[in-house]
């Protein structure tokens, strides 16, 4: 399938639908590159921000309703 074709689809993505897109890229194009990524290589675990965007609008939207809710 041409890129121009998977691009609208790619557009509608959720933030972690996208980051899990780039995480799959990224770990293809090292595997085809033979590298190891880094927590592979000396076990040191990389902090991801999957969820994070989702968590945040939550985490904004409680603010709003107790702001809204002690300030009218």
Request: charged letters at 20%.
């Amino acid at each position: 399938m041409p890129l121009f074709e998977l691009l609208p689809l790619l557009k509608e993505l959720s933030h972690t639908e996208k980051l899990q897109l780039l995480h799959l890229l990224s770990s293809e194009l090292l595997k085809d590159a033979a590298l190891a990524p880094l927590e592979a290589t000396n076990g040191v675990s990389m902090p991801n921000l999957y969820d994070s965007f989702e968590a945040a609008a939550v985490l904004a939207k409680a603010l709003a309703e107790k702001q809204s809710a002690t300030h009218g």
